[in-house]
């Protein structure tokens, strides 16, 4: 074998993992909606991904977040449960990934990585938000 192929091979292995890591960060809300949460929650968020069905509980209908907030968006709880790292009682039973591990692995597991799981999980929060059915009104309703 050529010098060139041992050179190549030699820096293959001493790569640092943070030329592997994804970045995510770099995802708009909408992008990582679509890789990572409308397989279950749907291409809408309206809780009917083709995984849905084989989730032991009902996938909530994430457009309607705000309408069951009492219309106010519920973006801290939303953190929480996106993240996942801590326990939200409010989720019940955990059926979704712990997001705020995947991606900070994903993104090279150190301090930068967690910063950027920030960024992830604001841009995804964002992206529900925008897409929220309109408040309701009680005069056509």
């Known amino acids: 074998m050529s010098r060139g192929f041992y050179l190549l091979f030699i820096m293959m292995i001493f790569q640092s993992p943070q030329i592997h890591a994804q970045a995510f960060e770099e995802y708009s809300g909408e992008e990582t909606f679509h890789r990572f949460c409308a397989s279950c929650h749907g291409p809408e968020g309206h809780g009917d991904g083709p995984v849905a069905s084989g989730i032991p509980i009902m996938v909530p209908d994430l457009t309607l977040l705000k309408r069951r907030m009492g219309d106010e968006f519920p973006e801290a ?65």
């Open 77 to 141: 709880v939303l953190r929480r449960i996106i993240d996942g790292r801590n326990a939200v009682v409010y989720h019940g039973t955990r059926y979704m990934p712990v997001w705020g591990y995947e991606f900070w692995v994903e993104e090279g597991a150190d301090p930068e990585a967690e910063e950027n799981v920030e960024i992830i999980i604001s841009n995804l929060i964002e992206y529900l938000e925008s897409i929220q059915a309109p408040a309701r009104d009680p005069v056509t309703e």
